[in-house]
């Protein structure tokens, strides 16, 4: 049967496998397309439940991919330009699962966010997209108008971070379910001006560390 674009695979509830054993097992299958037919050069992404290096493979002309890997739990992400993806948090690989599996890619969505500070767009602002639950996220650079535009993602919950030239960072959470636009009105920088000094000496002091935090 088949599940969230995988056939085979084990329901997330089932027993883990022997995760830090020390087994390693083989992990391949077949990646189709929205079509049903075998997709060549889509990216497999698999990192490590918890955290790690990111392994990534490329489908062959089959569609077919593989690997070796040591049982447990991993974050498997595909991404196929043009063709769409998938997202599987928490996969299981064990000797079960990790024999010939098969995903099914899902269609891609197109996400526009935009900047505005005082009516204006916000250029060259880093925009990232990275899944709540798993691997494969994107960045995109905001355009001249304050525009950053996504065009492969898959639905399912991201975690928007937006980076400003001045280092000022914004958050945002976002359910994506089909095509989406995100306007994020960023407020007023405030300046801080004035001096440290020495308390005993009465001097200046040079190179001191001032941090402000907003409340």
């Known amino acids: 049967a088949e599940r969230d674009g995988v056939a085979g695979s084990r329901p997330k509830g089932a027993?883990?496998?022997?995760?830090?054993s020390g087994a390693t097992v083989r992990f391949g299958g077949v990646v189709r397309g929205t079509d049903g037919h075998p997709a060549a050069e889509v990216?497999?992404?698999?990192?490590?439940?918890?955290?790690?290096?990111?392994?990534?493979?490329k489908t062959g002309e089959n569609g077919r991919f593989a690997t070796e890997l040591s049982a447990g739990r991993y974050d498997v992400a595909l991404r196929a330009e043009g063709l769409?993806?998938?997202?599987?948090?928490?996969?299981?690989?064990?000797?079960?699962?990790?024999?010939d599996v098969e995903f099914t890619l899902r269609r891609a969505h197109r996400l526009e966010i935009a900047l505005q500070r005082g009516g204006?767009?916000?250029?060259?602002?880093?925009v990232s997209a990275n899944p709540r639950n798993g691997v494969g996220g994107e960045s995109v650079q905001t355009d001249e108008y304050g525009t950053a535009v996504f065009e492969g993602l898959v639905a399912g919950r991201y975690r928007?971070?937006?980076?400003?030239d001045s280092g000022e960072q914004i958050y945002r959470s976002l359910d994506l379910r089909k095509d989406a636009s995100l306007e994020v009105d960023v407020p007023p920088g405030v300046a801080i001006h004035g001096s440290?000094?020495?308390?005993?000496?009465?001097?200046?002091?040079?190179?001191?560390?001032?941090?402000?935090?907003?409340?």
């Not at 000094?197 to 941090?211: H, L, N, R, S």
């Open 15 to 20: 027993a883990p496998g022997p995760a830090g």
């Open 84 to 99: 769409g993806g998938l997202n599987l948090p928490d996969y299981l690989v064990d000797g079960a699962t990790g024999i």
């Open 196 to 215: 440290v000094e020495d308390a005993d000496a009465g001097g200046p002091v040079e190179g001191a560390a001032v941090t402000a935090w907003v409340r």
């Open 160 to 164: 928007v971070k937006i980076e400003l």
């Open 120 to 126: 204006d767009g916000l250029a060259d602002a880093l």
């Open 43 to 57: 990216r497999v992404l698999l990192r490590p439940d918890g955290g790690g290096a990111v392994q990534e493979l």
